[in-house]
């Protein structure tokens, strides 16, 4: 089948992020300038340069996370292991703000070390950020859209040294959790290696 998204589908469901999948989720962490923590995941996330080390996440309106974190211009992006995939379900609750995810979903948060935002403790890994810029970005009708695209370079990373294999973090064994589409996720089970190759061989 083709389709035209501007045109529709006809399927049951939207099919986009099902086909651009997996994606893996960046568990935010903010703090206002008064304050107040959020927590919540982002399916739209992902690293965008080594050198520096950057990372974006998207929130397809206006939501605290972004909120906060153009007022402090700080976040952590908290990688999601399969044991912690149910809380962080739970940690999307569209609660009111000045509620704290952190209790809400039953984790513990720990103090970063660089900037403001706590981190969530029972995660194998976590990132601080610190903002870079924020914007939306256009359609091809030049128009902004209702989405927030945040990037931040990564300053300090947390390794819970339990998922260190040989010096190397083993996706498999935190089992990093990430978005397909519609209600589905997965886990890493299994990994392959496969070396770039090289012209001149």
């Known amino acids: 089948m083709f389709y035209e998204p ?3 589908h006809g399927l049951p469901h939207d099919p986009f992020k099902a086909l651009v999948s997996p994606r893996p989720i960046g568990w935010i962490s903010t703090v206002s300038k008064d304050g107040a923590l959020n927590l919540a ?4 996330f992902n690293a965008l340069s080594g050198k520096p080390p950057l990372v974006w996440f998207s929130s397809e309106s206006e939501k605290d996370s972004a909120t906060f974190a153009g007022e402090t211009r700080e976040f952590v992006a908290n ?3 399969r044991d912690l995939a149910g809380k962080m379900n739970r940690s999307s609750v569209n609660a009111p703000r000045g509620t704290s995810e952190f209790d809400y979903a039953g984790l513990t948060s720990a103090p ?4 403001a935002p706590p981190r969530v403790a029972e995660a194998p890994a976590a990132l601080e950020c610190k903002v870079t810029e924020i914007f939306r970005p256009k359609g091809l009708n030049g128009q902004e859209t209702g989405a927030v695209v945040v ?3 990564v300053v300090g990373v947390h390794i819970d040294e339990a ?3 040989g010096g190397l973090f083993d996706a498999v064994k935190a089992g990093n959790v990430a978005r397909l589409g519609y209600m589905d996720y997965s886990s890493i089970d299994a990994t392959f ?3 770039r190759p ?3 061989d």
Do not use: D
């Open 6 to 8: 501007s045109k529709g």
């Open 41 to 44: 995941p982002y399916s739209f």
């Open 79 to 81: 990688i999601v292991g």
């Open 112 to 115: 970063s070390l660089l900037v």
């Open 151 to 153: 990037i931040g370079e």
């Open 163 to 165: 998922f260190l294999t």
């Open 193 to 195: 290696s496969m070396r």
């Open 198 to 200: 090289r012209w001149e």
